[in-house]
Structures are given as structure tokens and as C-alpha cells.
């Protein structure tokens, strides 16, 4: 299964970046991209209808890690600020859906564009302060950001609405218009839908002015400057629309777990969320999933390994992957597509 | 040909009941077999709740005792216990995989309200036992919305129900102050206090409650001392708690002092709150203290050391949570033990609400297990105690703080 979501990522590998605009010439064949492409769409849709319940939900789970990595990647992969506390931006996602639905009755479809709307201006807000923060005590300043969330979630003056420390629980939908889905799988399709719309999104705004700008800004700000790009504006907005998908993520994973707590959105999730970046590789937009993967299914193995030293396994395995994979699980699969097109020529 | 008549009937009768009982009595659910019960479990082996972990490992060494004693009914019980790392995201998902992948009889023992109340709607809607959670929250006994899940210790409400009895008999004339963690736990514990004193409620003369994300609790003390009260109830978890203690003998306040059960380890609460200052301090306890000598010839101490010794040689002894996860594993026996060949989530759940007056070992003396189709709260009573400088003294009877009653 791991496999099958694999072997549709090569495919999305399209977006260019810096080391493959150098290869594009002698890189990965068209052909192919669109060939892997289809196929990992037929496999992520006929999927839900093999696996059992448990898988589909865990699933659900990668795609919304994903979503969430793909946000933190288009801050830290295509903008170079770091952000170590986008845990935040998930809980306000979550806990956004969560209100909604719980006082004012709105069906979940919605709540999901206003998570959105509603991170996209924390963020932006946030990114003001970022301006002044240079990468390392940008990633620190996020990261209190992240330790302070659940306090702040528990407060008294907001307990009426997130529920304190006790959370709120929430109903999953069940699929309309009477479609032969269960609850699991119809939520595992909203997800999908939703992923590939941001992942479009997302290689659209990489591959336009805008996103050209982000890099420039990336790549050398002084320069960037120059060629009349305005620095704070690019940097807030980017900070905005990578808080937008984290909070999307958020939005969809209360509706999938039924349950938002604060104790869900802890420094854990954000660190998880900067590894799963790392894994994937910074700067692939597919990279996202195998980042997904990796913070889904790695615990488990580590614990089935060894269940007293499961932490210590699982410290092993991310080393091995970063020792064996340097520019992340995309970057892997990206050589070795590359050294197959090469060797048929 | 009568009697030869009568006797095929009789054969006859005797095959069908025969039948009967062995088609009636092996019935059952996903996670049983002639064989072995598949038994799943939640604990926070990672994280910043991993110190309970050690409730786990307990349970989990005490199945390995049931098993190489010949199992339970002749079968020999399957533990999987899965990391949630105090995460309730992961708790769900580490539920559906027990319930849907391994396919367990029952859910044991999670741990942490947060985890219990992310997975409580999920396992109510599969009627699979979510049975004796790790938590004190109240809200566990509601058998008429959620009657696939069951609490197990003392609930803060009846804890705080006990502090009330005691206060009315020894000291009817105090004027009660209490500080309480403004969260569920300690409102819960206030409930309690307040429904046992009943009319009597007027006897609270100030309340402060503190967040936990407040540095100390000074000023809280200070008001409490200057509105004149006399006895000090201070439900808090041990940073605090300690805190506490420390403040009112810093303000030269003596006013009688009960600690709540969570915060009364002499470690971590007592030793940095001032041992001086502990002393005379009131708590309540259900479960034996292993470092308490008067316990050292007892035999149930004796053979829970013996446990410790041979299954969980790692483990601390010191330490409450294998007292507590040796004696809740216990629990659970008696109630697989009752449920006998029918091994149904059903007929769990049946058993588990028909436990009367069950004994365990390393309960207090005289505390006893009860629940009902209407009680879903296992142990209700306690006893209190007070702490002489050195350790905890046992006084008084067995006090039963059940709620509703």
C-alpha cells in the first residue's frame, strides 16, 4: 500500500525546482509522469474499497498530515522561513470546525473554507512579527508559539467555547445523497478532494509569478529586493496560505477523529509535522505524502519492533532515512526515475 | 417397556440438556476462543504522561502470571497494549486498530480522560467494552448514555464526598476554605465536597480556583487565609498542592489541612513542600502503600512483592501504579473468571456491572468492590489518613462516598 502511493508521487514530481529545471532536458519523461500520475489516482480511489475500515481512517490520517506538510513546505520549502509551531494553526483549524458546528449548526462542508480563511489571517497576522525574525529565532519564536497553544486552548476565558481541558466531540458526517459509502470512507474521499485541490493550488501558485517571487526572496532577499519584490508582503502572504493548509488539515482531522482536545495539538505534532517535512523533502510538493506516511506508520512499526525502546527505534529509523534519503523520500524516488530514463536512453 | 420407555426418555432428556448447556454455555464474541481472550489496552508509554506507562507494563506482568498459572477458564489471555503518547488523535486510531485489526473482546484500562473521552463514542457505538478506563473523572458511571464503558477507582466526586463526611463529623463548626484546580477534575472533587455537605454548603467560606498554567498559587493562599477559615481543603495536583502547604506555614496560618488523593505522594509533595510543614496533613487513600511498614507482614503485600519480583523485576515498589495496575488486572479476572464460557462484549459488560463485595488484595482493609446494572462506579469508599512527618497513619473506618447516596 505504501508502495502504491509511492509510485503516484514521480508523477507529481512535475513541479520545478532547482535541481530538476538543470535536468529537465535529460529528466524523468513525460510519458511517465502522466502514466504514474493516473495510476495513483486509480489506486488512492479503488483503495477504500479493499482495505478495512481501520486502514481507510489511518489513510485519511496520511492525506491530512500531508495537507498540513504541504503548507509548512510552501513556508519553509519555497519561502525559507522556518515554523516550528504550525501545531497552532491546526488547532485554531480544528477548533474552528468544532465551534461552528457545535454552536451555530453549521453543516462541516463549510467549516472547512472558514478554518481556512480564519488561519490564513492568523497567519498573515503572525507573519508581521516573523518580518523581524531571522531562520533560527523565527523556528524558536514558533515554537513557543506551539508550547503555549494548549495552555491557552484550557484558559478559563475561552473554556465556554473550546471546552477546556475536556474538548469537545463532534459527528462525523455520513455520505449524502445516499451513496453507497460508509462514514470512513466517504470523510477518506472529502479528503482526497480537498488534497488534490491544494496540491493543484499549491504547484500553481509555485509555478507562477508569485511563487517565483517566494524564491527569489528564498534564495537571496537582497537580490530579490532589488528586482522590486516586496519583501514584507510576499513573506506575510506566504506565512498566510502555509497557516490556510494547516488549518484546512485541522479542520478535516477533527471531523475525522470526532474529537478536539488540547491535548491533540502539543509541540509533538508541530515537531512531527517539521519531521514529516524533512522526510518528504523540502521542497517537493509530493514529498508531502511519504512525509504523511512516515508520521503514521513509523511510530507503529518502532512500537511493534520494540515496544519498552520503540522511541529509541524510532530515533534509529529517522536517521537511517535522513543518512539514506539526503533531499527527502521525493528526492529518492525522483534519482532513481532519473537513473532508469537515463539508462533506457 | 416402560421403564424402557421412561429410560430413552430420561437418555433423551439428559442428551438435549447436555446439548443445551454446551451450545449455551461456549458462545462467543470477536477476541474469544477455547484457547485465549484477546484483550486490548491504550497506555502512554511516550509523551508527557509516560510515567503512568508503568500501569501498563504492571498489567501486562500480571497477564504473564495468569498465564503460566494456567490462564483464566483454561485460556490463556492475549495483552495488546499500543501507544497513544497522551494523544487523543492517536487514541482513536490506536482504538480502531484494536477494535478492527486485532480484533479484541474488550478495551481495558486506557488511560487519561482526554484519550477515554475521544474514544468513548466510538466504542459505544461498536458495543465494545471500555472497560475500567484510568481516569478519576465522574463522568465514566453513566451507564443509560454510554453503557459500554466503566470507570474503576474512586471518582473525585465521591472523594470529595468523603471530605465532607469527615468534615462534619470531627470538625461540624469549621469555616472551610478551598483551593481547586479550575479544570474538570477539580470542580469535580468541589461538586463532591459541596452535595456531601449538603445544607451545610454555608460551612464554605471561600473558594480560589488557579490554572494550571499559573506560576504559583501565593496569592490564592493569601486570600483564602485572610477570609478567617480554619480548615484548608486544597485539591490540586502536586506542583501545586506542595505550593500550597508551603504558603500557608510561610503565613503563619494553622488551619486544619486535607491534601486530595492525587497530590499525597511524600516525594514529590510532601519532601518539597516541607516535611514539617506536612505534618498533621489529612488525605485518603483505597490501595495499600507499599513503603508503609505495617504492611510489611501482610500477606497480600507479601505476595504482590513476590509478583513484583519474578514478573516485573524493573518495576518500581515504591510506586503507586503497580500497586494500581496489579490490583485493577485483578479485577478484571474476577470479572473474566464470572463471565465464564459466555464470552460476549454483552455478557462482559454483565459481569463487570454484577461485581459484589469482590476483595482484592492490596485494597484497604474493609474497601470493597460493588457495582450494578445502575452503578457503574467499582470502588466508592476510602479511608482517611494523616501524615505524622515520616509517613501516612491509616485512622478511622472506611468511609463510603457513593454518589447519589
Keep these: 500500500m505504501d508502495r502504491s502511493v509511492a509510485s503516484e508521487t514521480p508523477a507529481k514530481a512535475a513541479p520545478p525546482d532547482r535541481a530538476e529545471t538543470s535536468n529537465a532536458d535529460l529528466g524523468i519523461p513525460a510519458a511517465w509522469n502522466r502514466a504514474a500520475l493516473v495510476l495513483g489516482l486509480l489506486i488512492a480511489v479503488a483503495l477504500p474499497f479493499v482495505v478495512k475500515n481501520f486502514m481507510i481512517f489511518q489513510l485519511t490520517t496520511v492525506m491530512i498530515y500531508a495537507i498540513a506538510i504541504l503548507g509548512l513546505n510552501l513556508l519553509t520549502g519555497f519561502n525559507g522561513q522556518f515554523s516550528l509551531g504550525h501545531s497552532t494553526f491546526v488547532a485554531i483549524g480544528a477548533y474552528t470546525t468544532a465551534i461552528l458546528m457545535e454552536f451555530a449548526g453549521v453543516p462541516f462542508y463549510w467549516t472547512v473554507p472558514a478554518a481556512g480563511m480564519v488561519c490564513f489571517a492568523f497567519g498573515f497576522l503572525f507573519g508581521f512579527p516573523a518580518l523581524r525574525l531571522e531562520s533560527i529565532y523565527l523556528a ?62 499549491a504547484v500553481n501558485l509555485i509555478n507562477s509569478r508569485s511563487g517565483r517571487a517566494m524564491k527569489a526572496i528564498r534564495d537571496n532577499p537582497i537580490a530579490a529586493r532589488a528586482m522590486g519584490i516586496n519583501i514584507s508582503l510576499y513573506k506575510t502572504t506566504a506565512f498566510g496560505v502555509s497557516a490556510l493548509y494547516a488549518g484546512i488539515a485541522g479542520s478535516l482531522s477533527a471531523v475525522v477523529v470526532q474529537f478536539v482536545a488540547p491535548d491533540s495539538f502539543t509541540f509533538v505534532l508541530a515537531i512531527g509535522l ?59 524516488v525522483r534519482l532513481a526515475a532519473l537513473k532508469v530514463a537515463a539508462w533506457r536512453r | 417397556m416402560t421403564i424402557g420407555k421412561h429410560a430413552a426418555l430420561a437418555g433423551f432428556a439428559a442428551g438435549l440438556a447436555l446439548a443445551a448447556s454446551a451450545a449455551g454455555a461456549q458462545t462467543y ?75 479484541v473482546l474488550l478495551i481495558f484500562q486506557s488511560l487519561g480522560t482526554p484519550s477515554n473521552t475521544a474514544i468513548q463514542k466510538y466504542m459505544n457505538a461498536k458495543k465494545v467494552p471500555q472497560l475500567f478506563v484510568a481516569t478519576g473523572a465522574t463522568k465514566w458511571g453513566d451507564p443509560e448514555n454510554f453503557p459500554w464503558t466503566m470507570g474503576w477507582q474512586p471518582n473525585y466526586q465521591s472523594e470529595g464526598r468523603i471530605y465532607a463526611q469527615y468534615i462534619l463529623e470531627n470538625h461540624p463548626d469549621a469555616k472551610v476554605a478551598v483551593l ?26 471561600a473558594e480560589a480556583p ?45 488551619p486544619v489541612q486535607i491534601v486530595n488523593n492525587v497530590s499525597q505522594s511524600v516525594g514529590s509533595v510532601l519532601k518539597p513542600a516541607g516535611l514539617d510543614n506536612s505534618t498533621g496533613v489529612l488525605s485518603t487513600a483505597y490501595t495499600k502503600d507499599p513503603t508503609d511498614p505495617q504492611w510489611a507482614d501482610d500477606a497480600a503485600y507479601k505476595e504482590w512483592e513476590a509478583f513484583m519480583d519474578e514478573y516485573y523485576p524493573d518495576g518500581d515498589k515504591t510506586s503507586s501504579f503497580t500497586v494500581y495496575g496489579y490490583t485493577v488486572a485483578q479485577t478484571l479476572m474476577k470479572v473474566l473468571e464470572q463471565a465464564g464460557d459466555e464470552l460476549t462484549r454483552e455478557n462482559i459488560m454483565r459481569q463487570a456491572a454484577n461485581l459484589k463485595d469482590v476483595e482484592l488484595g492490596m ?33 478511622g473506618d472506611v468511609i463510603d462516598g457513593a454518589v447519589g447516596s
Aim: proline share 6%; aromatic share 10%.
Design chain 2, 210 to 254: 488557579y490554572e494550571t498554567s499559573d506560576p504559583t498559587v501565593d496569592s490564592q493562599i493569601i486570600n483564602l487565609k485572610s477570609s478567617g477559615a480554619d480548615l484548608f481543603v486544597n485539591i490540586a495536583t502536586p506542583k501545586f498542592a506542595a505550593q500550597a502547604i508551603k504558603k500557608v506555614a510561610e503565613l503563619d496560618w494553622h
Design chain 2, 180 to 205: 481547586y484546580q479550575n479544570d474538570d477534575y477539580g470542580k469535580d472533587v468541589l461538586e463532591g465536597l459541596k452535595d456531601g455537605l449538603g445544607d451545610k454548603g454555608g460551612m464554605i467560606i
Design chain 2, 29 to 103: 464474541d470477536p477476541g474469544a476462543t477455547d484457547t485465549s481472550i484477546k484483550i486490548g489496552n491504550i497506555n502512554p508509554y511516550s509523551g508527557p504522561a509516560s510515567a503512568y506507562g508503568q500501569i501498563g507494563k504492571t498489567i501486562g506482568a500480571y497477564f504473564d502470571k495468569v498465564n503460566k498459572e494456567g490462564g483464566v477458564n483454561g485460556r490463556t489471555i492475549e495483552f495488546i497494549s499500543y501507544d497513544d503518547g497522551y494523544s487523543p488523535p492517536k487514541a482513536v486510531e490506536q482504538a480502531r486498530k484494536l477494535v478492527e485489526s486485532d480484533e
Design chain 1, 140 to 201: 524558536l519564536a514558533t515554537f513557543a508559539l506551539a508550547v503555549a497553544t494548549p495552555q491557552i486552548l484550557k484558559s478559563t476565558p475561552l473554556a465556554p467555547w473550546t471546552g477546556g481541558v475536556q474538548g469537545m466531540v463532534i459527528l462525523k458526517p455520513e455520505a449524502p445523497f445516499g451513496l453507497p459509502l460508509n462514514a470512513d470512507q466517504w470523510m477518506y474521499f472529502v479528503t482526497l478532494g480537498i488534497g488534490l485541490a491544494l496540491a493543484v493550488a
Design chain 1, 274 to 332: 517539521f519531521v514529516g517535512l524533512v522526510i518528504g523533502g523540502v521542497g517537493s510538493i509530493p514529498g508531502a505524502i511519504f512525509g504523511g506516511l512516515f508520521l503514521v506508520f513509523v511510530p507503529n512499526i518502532a512500537e511493534e519492533v520494540s515496544k519498552g525502546l520503540a522511541g529509541a527505534v524510532y530515533g534509529v529509523i529517522l536517521i537511517l532515512v535522513i543518512y539514506l534519503m539526503p533531499s527527502g523520500a521525493a528526492g529518492l
Design chain 2, 363 to 395: 485494597l484497604l482493609p474493609g474497601i470493597v468492590i460493588n457495582t450494578s446494572e445502575t452503578d457503574f462506579f467499582p470502588i466508592e469508599q476510602m479511608q482517611m489518613m494523616k501524615f505524622n512527618g515520616e509517613r501516612w497513619e491509616m485512622f
